[in-house]
């Protein structure tokens, strides 16, 4: 079931590039495995995902022992409280989800203190929920410029998690608004940023995602099925 639900899904991020006139080797799947144990990421690496993407650290700790990821790059996705951060940095490629200053000054400390430098993409709540985290779209530059005060960190991009959408093509304009500022920062080659990533788009409208830039989709309903969240 895993490798069928990837390999369809595969066909239509093709499908999403071509139609957008890009190269579909520049997106990438990231599949997010929460609830789903080590032997159904195994499953979905085997198939071919890009990277997986873990929301709780106890799940990401535990599959980790296990070895779960083993052979591709694992993400940290979710929101992440301070006092877990020890265990995130430096077991994982990358951390998606920096939502808050004090997350960033904690990565930092984290990673000077393990000698390490730490991947991380800034998270936008681009619209403006009060239910999600993330800086809001106007903070986002001020953030990247300081960048060179976190020099144990390095951003690589951006991710968005837009609000639900009722119908297709209703989150373009987020997507749309969140290359503008990727591509605005990027401009400006500040050091230790690349932003060459913009983690966007979900079951429910990566190929919306994929024709607004996306460089990496992040699903996990269309790969592993519906999540039981009464278990
Ligand atoms: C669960 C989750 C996803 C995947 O959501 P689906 O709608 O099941 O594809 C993507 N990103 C984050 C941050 C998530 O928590």
């Given at each position: 079931m895993i490798a069928e639900n990837i390999a369809f899904i595969r066909a239509r991020m093709e499908e999403a590039a071509r139609k957008a006139g890009r190269?579909?080797?520049?997106?990438?799947?990231?599949?997010a495995t929460k609830m789903n144990d080590a032997d159904r990421v195994r499953e979905a690496i085997a198939a071919g995902v890009d990277c997986c993407g873990e929301n709780r650290v106890q799940e990401l700790?535990?599959?980790?022992?296990?070895?779960?990821?083993?052979?591709?790059?694992?993400h940290f996705i979710g929101h992440l409280q301070t006092n877990k951060v020890r265990q995130v940095v430096g077991k994982v490629d990358l951390i998606q989800s920096v939502d808050r200053p004090e997350l960033l000054a904690c990565i930092e400390k984290e990673?000077?203190?393990?000698?390490?430098v730490q991947d991380i993409l800034l998270e936008i709540n681009i619209g403006g929920e009060e239910s999600k985290s993330?800086?809001?779209?106007?903070?986002?530059?001020?953030?990247?410029?300081s960048m060179e005060s976190y020099p144990?960190?390095?951003l690589r991009g951006l991710m968005a998690i837009p609000p639900i959408s009722k119908n297709p093509g209703d989150n373009c304009r987020f997507f749309t608004e969140i290359q503008r500022i990727s591509v605005d920062i990027r401009t400006k080659?500040?050091?230790n940023s690349s932003m060459e990533i913009l983690s966007m788009g979900m079951t429910d409208d990566f190929e919306d995602a994929i024709a607004c830039g996306s460089t990496m989709i992040?699903?996990?309903?269309?790969?592993?099925?519906?999540?039981?969240?009464?278990?």
């Open positions: 190269d579909p080797k520049e997106i990438l799947l990231c599949a700790t535990e599959k980790l022992a296990d070895h779960a990821y083993d052979g591709k790059p694992v990673a000077a203190k393990q000698g390490i993330g800086f809001s779209p106007d903070q986002v530059p001020g953030i990247a410029a144990h960190c390095r080659k500040y050091n992040r699903v996990g309903t269309a790969i592993f099925g519906a999540r039981n969240y009464t278990k």
